[in-house]
């Protein structure tokens, strides 16, 4: 999971070159015009953003490198956008690769010449992201562009990413050092993912005109096209992606291309085929993903309506996910105020869960909690400019402190406490799969540094984790929303039920009309005939609030053990929690209390820090929903008992690609968060957002089947359980 650096040097005209591949990252003549001509002209993106009549366009990039054909991409964008406010065309999406990521003072020194792309690198500059493989999505609201950056090889991430069956790109750079330095990327197995995710007419630029890559393109359905080179090269590559034809496919008994593949396909990539099957099988790549393709649904547009069911995290990070994109929503939520159920937790702890292993549940872990610090940033910047904005009409300019606005990013201590935590920490450590700016081990002189509270023992340290108050991050998450013009809030609206034409009925009696619909219920989904497919877990849990005194008065980071403590939030520290399954009541118990704090005793006694602590017995109990693996529930949702039947030839062993997709849904689900709501919300609401707007989606295809609503389904189907 953490990715290798790459290792450069600078020549004498400060153009940086790969010490790896021996190769120049851009033109000694002019980088800038190098894209220019190679990409944004050989694309001629001009021309087709004039004539787009879509929402969005997504461009692909085979090697990130420096940034700068993404920048430069931006920018003409951007002022795309100014020449045309009205155009039907309002979003970029660049979707790009790069195995080694340069170093973020590499970037910044092999960028800063480029004067005129000041503001653009001063924006990547600040959100450009650790090493961590995967993907990591950076939104750049203020060009209207989105740069989904996956880290890692091509070859194995071009597999993983989920296409719409018509295709995901519009536009190709075909980047990366020369074919001569750097023949491992320049494959079939390239080209044939590149047909994949191609749509009929999606174009290509590449630099290169090496017969390599003329012939494999060529040979998976491109259409090529010679060029003048740029600088002292004399030629280039450009053209077009043409689907073959449903008659020519049945004459050479090829299937219809449709739809994407799992990864499973990419390790029979044909780069050892003979040349003339290896279009049939870029074809056949284009197969669907059965029960877990994504992309069921009508598109959403600016004319949709989306209602929105739900009072907590989930539902405000779909609310303005969706607001951001233009579409139309509609909050509804059972009672006079917002986060009332496991949101309404005055404190939250923020971090990732992380093993020594890069597993499924780690990895989803890591990137949604690296998302989501980006993302309170932004609401935090954004609640502060407002704020601001309004004082200073009151004839006030004071800014909110962060004691007010109820956070504080001051890492998270998870405390080796006994000897078996000790070994999976040092297991952790020495496996070295996560980068030390996620997380990294402390002795006991640093973590005493650290929380400002004498504590003998060593642990690990996340130094972007920290703490947020719930209720006062879905004000300010929903308060964002509504300055888009697009969220009506409807209180004091229980759900009832919904159907298939997009009423969707509430308790007192009145039905509002719906394009689509979003259940991000939480507890509230139990018993509710929408969620009677899935296997739901409910789980109370009780946190207490204690009055902040001495020695905890001094603690300045999150510590985590069995449970947790926080610093203190107006004058009280959150300690807990407990996890009782199937238990529905919210009142707080002494018993409970009783539980947490002798946890909290159990785990730091090598102090005598919790004995000493006087508890006024104010704490707050509420419901969490979880799942049997542990893991979120997004997408669409159906009545899965009455389709598991169709699946029944996954039992024994028909591949996924050779079942039939689920069909067109109007209602989808955000849920089962469970306690780490503050880490994974926000990337899951865009992952869910994305998938409805039919754009490219931010999380590798492996993470986000293990999302699925259709996965409980389909294990019982190759269970053959029915």
Known sequence: MKSKHAQVHFNENGIPIADHFDDVYFSNDSGINETQHVFIKGNDLHQRWTLWDKPHFTIAETGFGTGLNFLVAMHEFEQFRQANPHHPLKRLFFITTEKYPLPKADIQRALSTFTSLQAETEALIALYPIGLDGCHRLHFTAFDTTLD??????????????????????????????????????????????????????????????????????????????????????????????????????????????????ESELQSSPQSLPKATQKKHSQKLRLPEGPYYRYNNAPLTEEHHVVVVGSGLAAATMCLALTKRDIRVTLCFDGDNLAQGASGNPQGGFYPQLHSEASIASRLQAHCFLFARDYYDSVNKNIQLQTSTKTITKTSNKKLTKEENKYDFCGVIQLRFNDKVGVRQEKLVNDDVWPSELIRHVDSEEVRR??????????????????????????????????????????????????????????????????????????????????????????????????????????????????????????????????????????????????????????????????????????????????????????????????????????????????STLPLSNVSTLSCLGSRGLTTAPLLAEVLASTLLREPLPLNNDLLNAVNTSRFMVREAVRGEF
Not at 209 to 232: Q, T
Not at 540 to 564: F, M, N, W
Request: hydrophobic share 35%; net charge negative.
């Open 149 to 262: 950056l996956w880290i890692g090889d091509v070859h194995q991430l071009l597999g993983q990413w989920h296409s719409p069956e018509e295709g995901l790109v519009d536009a190709w750079f075909l980047d990366g050092f020369a074919p001569s330095k750097n023949p491992d990327m320049w494959t079939d197995a390239l080209f044939s993912q590149m047909a994949r995710l191609s749509k009929n007419d999606t174009t290509f630029g590449t630099f290169t005109a090496a017969g390599i890559v003329k012939r494999g393109l060529a040979n998976v359905g491109f259409v090529i096209n010679k060029r003048a080179g740029f600088g002292r090269k004399r030629d280039m590559l450009t053209g077009y992606f043409q689907l073959t034809s449903a008659s020519e496919n049945e004459d050479n008994n090829i299937e219809t291309p449709v739809r994407s593949s799992p």
């Open 450 to 659: 650290i929380a400002g509270v004498d504590l003998p023992y060593e642990g690990l340290f996340i130094p972007k984790g920290g703490w947020l108050s719930p209720p006062q991050l879905v004000s300010d998450i929903i308060d964002l929303a509504k300055t888009t013009g697009k969220l009506t809030l409807k209180p004091n609206h229980c759900y009832v039920s919904h159907s298939s034409d997009g009423d969707v009925e509430f308790t007192h009696g009145e039905t509002i009309k719906a394009d689509h619909v979003v259940l991000a219920l939480g507890a509230g989904a139990v018993g509710t005939d929408a969620f009677d497919s899935l296997p739901l877990r409910p789980v109370r849990g009780q946190v207490e609030a204690i009055a902040s005194q001495q020695p905890i008065d001094a603690l300045k980071t999150v510590l985590c053990h069995k449970g947790y403590m926080t610093p203190a939030m107006e004058g009280r520290h959150a300690l807990g929690s407990t996890y009782v399954k199937n238990d529905l009541a919210v009142e707080p118990r002494e018993e409970e209390s009783e539980q947490n704090i002798a946890t909290h005793e159990q785990a730091l006694a090598n102090t005598d820090m919790v004995s000493q602590l006087k508890h006024d017995g104010t704490a707050r109990a509420a419901t969490r929903l979880g799942s049997p693996d542990h893991q979120p529930v997004v997408g669409a949702l159906y009545n899965f008992k009455t389709l598991k039947q169709e699946y029944a030839d996954l039992g024994v062993g028909k591949p996924f690609q050779k079942v």
